[in-house]
């Protein structure tokens, strides 16, 4: 099983290079670890301890953010290390004020001794997933404790087949879980793995934090007016489709579509959808004019944006769930919205637990959308439910900060 994870981490790294001759993300993933470790080492006092935390894309560090801050803040001279495994994070986060930054050289034996050897950390911690072989084993050898935060385990998973013994392995090397959930704990300590506690998401943490001193964007207010507005995060072009039925319907509401991707070619297809009285935020950011008032639906067409936006909606709408699944949902709720998305969010407890309480709903269609949409506007119970939700599930920054401190390591 070792060779064949060996064979998969090369033709991956093979299919992106190639990729990356025509996809401007692969582009950046194979550009952004070209001489990484030169890089590195032009950064970086090897004689010096460092905390590394790795992150998978960005959506995961803003979940691990509030351990690394909170350490930051309780140890203000220990150096920290940021690594990514993808464009999506690193290319915003790179000029991340609190550490050094870099992206995550491939899986491999040679990559991971010399990366540990020149970045010296005294722990690592992962958050949510990521589970790389070589990197767990060298971190392991060298006695380097290993963290995983705001964990998540399902039963499908390799690691708990009858085949995964492999996969089980990498497990053993984690010093310490600190899940999200029951079955994550159960699925563990049912693999011989009792180094686990339920601490919860962090991401409660730094959603909860964010609604309590938003950023002010005038342009949006501007735009926005005495209208009530839904506020669309994350879309892809399956979502777009859907809700393009909107505001010819509702000509009273202002629409916000704050896209996944926002390349020239998917913005057109935005502007396409939603002809009428639509505008880029570029046009008036680019000038800084006040928004024209009789515009109805303004394309967010930058990254970074989205989770202030949320504060001038009345209903949001997560995107993604008519792909791989949906985007982050605890954003909107923070700021007291009820959220709609689509099929596919089994895998986002936050999601299951939100509908369940009536603070959210999961569509299939233009009808369900237009039924969820009406059944919010004037919902407050179920406003009050999803910002009720967040409130009472923070507090697993403090847990974590706790149990990986209390040996003095930091």
């Not at 032009?42 to 894309?57: D, L, V």
């Not at 090397?173 to 159960?186: G, H």
């Not at 000509?251 to 926002?262: G, L, M, S, T, Y």
């Not at 939700?389 to 697993?396: D, I, L, Q, S, T």
Request: charged content about 20%.
């Amino acid at each position: 099983m070792k060779l064949l994870y060996i064979i998969g981490i090369r033709a991956y790294t093979l299919l992106i290079r190639i990729f990356s001759l025509f996809n401007p993300k692969a582009k950046l993933f194979i550009n952004g670890r070209k001489n990484i470790f030169t890089i590195i080492a032009r950064k970086i006092n090897p004689a010096e301890k460092h905390i590394w935390f790795h992150f998978a894309s960005l959506g995961e560090f803003e979940q691990g953010r509030p351990v690394l801050e909170k350490i930051k803040t309780l140890y203000p001279a220990k150096k920290i290390i940021v690594t990514f495994f993808s464009p999506s994070g690193y290319e915003i986060r790179k000029n991340y004020a609190l550490a050094d930054v870099f992206y995550l050289p491939i899986d491999t034996a040679t990559n991971a001794k010399l990366f540990i050897a020149s970045i010296n950390p005294e722990m690592a911690i992962f958050t949510k997933y990521e589970f790389w072989h070589f990197y767990f084993q060298e971190l392991k050898d060298q006695g380097i404790p290993l963290y995983v935060i705001s964990g998540i385990f399902r039963e499908g998973q390799a690691f708990f087949k009858w085949y995964g013994g492999f996969y089980r392995n990498i497990l053993k090397s984690v010093t310490y879980f600190f899940v999200q959930n029951k079955e994550s704990e159960n699925l563990l300590k049912s693999i011989g793995l009792n180094n686990v506690t339920i601490n919860g998401d962090t991401r409660f943490d730094r959603v909860y934090e964010s609604a309590q001193s938003p950023k002010s964007l005038p342009l949006i207010e501007g735009f926005i007016g005495n209208s009530p507005t839904l506020v669309c995060g994350s879309t892809w072009p399956e979502d777009e489709k859907i809700l393009s039925v909107l505001p010819e319907k509702y000509p009273n509401w202002k629409f916000i579509i704050a896209p996944h991707e926002i390349h020239e070619s998917h913005i057109k297809s935005i502007e396409k959808q939603f002809s009428v009285n639509s505008v880029r935020f570029s046009v008036f950011s680019s000038s800084n004019q006040t928004p024209n008032t009789e515009h109805q639906t303004l394309i967010v067409d930058n990254i970074g944006m989205l989770s202030s936006l949320y504060q001038y909606g009345k209903v949001a709408y997560i995107g993604g769930g008519f792909g791989t699944g949906i985007h982050n949902t605890l954003e909107a709720a923070a700021f007291c919205l009820p959220v709609i998305f689509g099929p596919k969010y089994d895998k986002f407890q936050e999601a299951k637990d939100l509908i369940a309480i009536g603070a959210a709903k999961s569509i299939s269609s233009t009808t369900d959308l237009i039924n969820a949409f009406e059944g919010f506007v004037e919902n407050q119970d179920a406003a009050d439910q999803a910002k009720r939700y967040v409130a009472n599930k923070k507090g697993a920054t403090d847990q974590i900060i706790s149990m990986i401190t209390k040996s003095d390591r930091t």
